[in-house]
């Protein structure tokens, strides 16, 4: 970077690339003091893939490269102030990770292209899950913001419609609905056929219709990860999730009843693949025993019926 303070790169420079070799913050490599930042003022392009940006350096560049079109880093994090309205030319952005603070606070809005390896959502598995209340609420602030700054972003609309799968890792626990409703903005740009993740909830039926009106009325492939299963949920899948045609209930907080499978299964309205975790081939046979004579003695035959024509019932075996 020594010689990027030459004062004859002023007028010329418009593209720019440094690396080296491990992550480090930016700020670390060309400090905020450093005569260099005066000689960037006309670059478009900034390819610093192994840099890390806070909000000291987000700032920074906005100030310092007012040009900027594309910019290259390795991550994004610790942002604590919105810079969504800033004005700037940003058009392209890549990074290996995005937080949920650097989703809700960067200037998305004229992207036309928004890259992040680890996935372009507001909520990520790696961010520590909030320990207490106070946490929790600051958290779920900042998942709003990050979907409806997504939302306002073509680039950021394009990634979210490109991801085939997405996770929802931790629930507030007073009105855990809330977590559904903070994504609701970006409901118009998920694949059909995701595959959404439901960690850690304790899923009942206000939950489930939640999950339905906000972001999976038109959900296919569901996954209740580590979730305690309440009665009331079975039916609200049916009623809530009209287009779901794939349910894996893996690693159930609780056994998994064979009593609610097999009552949920003779009430399918349609055609639904159901994937429990944690049974054995014993209880799987037990409860497609109990389905057979259950679709017998609704249809008033004294003999076992085929396994209803609407289900298919399959045990996952790596589940514990």
Same mark, same amino acid.
């Given at each position: ?33 450093? =005569? ?43 942002? %604590? ?40 959502? =507001? ?43 997405? &996770? ?59 979730? %305690? ?5 079975? &039916? ?43 049974? %054995? ?40």
């Amino acid at each position: 970077p020594g010689c990027l303070s030459q004062p004859s790169l002023h007028q010329h420079l418009r593209k720019l690339e440094i690396d080296w070799a491990d992550p480090c913050p930016v700020l670390d490599v060309l400090p905020l003091d450093s =005569p260099t930042w005066s000689n960037l003022v006309n670059l478009t392009h900034l390819n610093l893939e192994r840099a890390d940006l806070n909000q000291a350096a987000v700032d920074l560049i906005l100030d310092r490269l007012p040009r900027l079109e594309l910019l290259r880093v390795q991550r994004v994090d610790d942002m %604590t102030e919105s810079r969504r309205d800033a004005p700037c030319c940003w058009r392209d952005l890549s990074a290996k990770w995005l937080s949920t603070s650097a989703l809700a606070f960067l200037p998305l809005r004229g992207l036309t292209t928004l890259t992040a390896d680890y996935g372009a959502w =507001p909520c990520h598995y790696d961010n520590p899950e909030p320990e207490d209340e106070e946490e929790q609420e600051e958290q779920l602030r900042l998942v709003a913001q990050a979907a409806a700054n997504m939302a306002s972003s073509p680039g950021a609309r394009e990634a979210v419609l490109k991801e085939t799968s997405h &996770g929802i890792p931790w629930f507030p626990s007073s009105q855990p609905e809330r977590m559904f409703y903070a994504l609701s903005p970006l409901k118009p740009y998920m694949q059909p056929d995701m595959y959404l993740v439901v960690n850690g909830a304790d899923m009942d039926a206000s939950l489930v219709r939640a999950l339905g009106v906000s972001i999976g009325s038109g959900l296919t492939c569901l996954e209740f990860f580590k979730c %305690t299963l309440q009665p009331c949920m079975w &039916g609200a899948v049916w009623d809530c999730l009209p287009a779901l045609e794939h349910l894996s209930l893996v690693k159930s907080g609780g056994a998994v009843q064979v009593a609610d499978v097999v009552t949920f299964c003779a009430q399918a309205p349609r055609k639904l693949v159901l994937w429990v975790g944690g049974w %054995t081939e014993e209880q799987l046979h037990d409860a497609e025993q109990q389905l057979r004579a259950s679709v017998a003695t609704a249809a008033g035959h004294s003999h076992a019926e085929p396994m209803h024509p609407l289900v298919d019932l399959r045990r996952i075996v790596r589940a514990g």
